[in-house]
Structure formats: structure tokens, C-alpha cells
């Protein structure tokens, strides 16, 4: 059984340094895994294929961390999702070190959890043109030609760990100087902006729980 977990708002190291924790913990355990839910304070984090240039006038902290992707935007704006799942653990649901079948459970309870809004997305972490001309990634969970939700995963001993931010509330200092994905700024958009109204967050965040622990 997966155990669930709300962090609630958390800096961003120690929330990276708790997940670090339960990763060695669902190895040792060999139990199926955590899901949590958080929010931080706005930082830039740089994932392993991070560009010169991604980052050019962002005032806050930045980290690099080992997770996929380029640089990308966290704050309290957006829903923090953080699945520590032991991929090396099967269950009916559940394939053995699929990574893929991984990727495509999450984007899909994202969008499952948008389309009850009234929201129709798509995701793209495993289209096979998944690169831009630019050499921008098109993961994550898009509508229409906007990001409603940033993906950027690592793997250790098969337990996941980092996750999604899907982002909830419109915050017009989100994602500023910075290239987020490797994309502008005006490329990412919230479900508030999207709605034109404030969103329910309890219902979203316990609406993503039941689907993602339903799924996982």
C-alpha cells in the first residue's frame, strides 16, 4: 500500500533532502512507496540538461539537482508532487522498472484531474518528437501550446523520486528571467488563468491523491 503525505509549504532542500530519505527507506523496506504533495518558497532548479543561457535574470536561489530536464520554476503557486514509487516492486497496476509506464501515470492523472475542470490537456513526456527545433524538451502536461505542468524525474536503486508541479493558482512573478523547459515565460500558464476564476486547491490536491494512489 502506498502511504500519502502532505509536507505543506517546505523549502525546497530539506524537501529534497526528506525524499532522498524515503528513497533509501522504500529500498531497504522494499515496501511499494510515498506520495507527496507540497508547496515551496519560488526557486530555480537546474536539472542535468540545464543550457547556458536558461537562467539570465532570475533574482531568487538557484539549486542543481540530479533530476532530468533543464531549469525550471517552483513557488507557491503551483501544486508540488513528489511520488516515491519502488518500480522494482510489481503489482496488478504496477509493471516491474518501467520508467515509461511511470511517466505516463503521472501525466495522466494530472490530466484526468484537469479534465474535471473543465480543462482537456495532452502530455508529451513519450511523444516521439518529444524536441523542438530549438532543442527545447516538450515533456509534461500541455494545453494547446501552454504548460500547465513541469515533469522532471530521478531514479535510484528503482524507487522515483522529484516529480510534477502542476501550477494551480496565476502568479505574475512565476517564471521570471528565467527559460523555463528551455521555453519563454509566456509559455507556461496556470489553471487560474486558464479558468479566468480562483481554483478550489483542496479539491484539486484531494481529487490528484485519490487518482494518483488509485493509479499507482
Known amino acids: 500500500m502506498i502511504e500519502f503525505q502532505d509536507w505543506g ?3 525546497y532542500e530539506k524537501a529534497l533532502e526528506k525524499q532522498e530519505q524515503l528513497v533509501e527507506k522504500v529500498a531497504a523496506e522494499k515496501s511499494e512507496g510515498v506520495l507527496v504533495f ?5 526557486i530555480v532548479t537546474l536539472g542535468r540538461k540545464t543550457e547556458a543561457g536558461d537562467v539570465f535574470a532570475w533574482q531568487g536561489p538557484i539549486k542543481e539537482i540530479s533530476r532530468g530536464g533543464r531549469a525550471t520554476y517552483h513557488g ?10 519502488n518500480l522494482d516492486l510489481p503489482t496488478n497496476n504496477r509493471p516491474q522498472r518501467d520508467i515509461g509506464w511511470y511517466l505516463r501515470t503521472l501525466e495522466n492523472a ?33 494545453v494547446g501550446n501552454q504548460k500547465i505542468a513541469s515533469l522532471g524525474i530521478g531514479v535510484r536503486k528503482w524507487v522515483t523520486y522529484h516529480g510534477a508541479a ?14 523555463p ?6 509559455t507556461m500558464v496556470s489553471m487560474e488563468k486558464l479558468l479566468g476564476r480562483k ?15 488509485e493509479k499507482f
Open 9 to 11: 509549504p517546505i523549502e
Open 110 to 142: 494530472i490530466i484526468d484531474v484537469l479534465k474535471t475542470e473543465g480543462i482537456t490537456a495532452i502530455g508529451k513526456s513519450l511523444q516521439k518528437k518529444s524536441q523542438t527545433d530549438s532543442g527545447t524538451e516538450e515533456t509534461g502536461v500541455w
Open 76 to 85: 507557491p503557486s503551483q501544486l508540488v508532487i513528489y511520488p516515491i514509487i
Open 38 to 42: 507540497c508547496t515551496h518558497p519560488p
Open 166 to 179: 502542476l501550477n494551480v493558482d496565476e502568479d505574475p512573478q512565476a517564471f521570471q528571467g528565467m527559460k
Open 199 to 213: 481554483v478550489d486547491r483542496p479539491k484539486i490536491q484531494n481529487l490528484l491523491k485519490e487518482k494518483l494512489l
Open 181 to 186: 523547459c528551455g521555453f519563454s515565460t509566456e
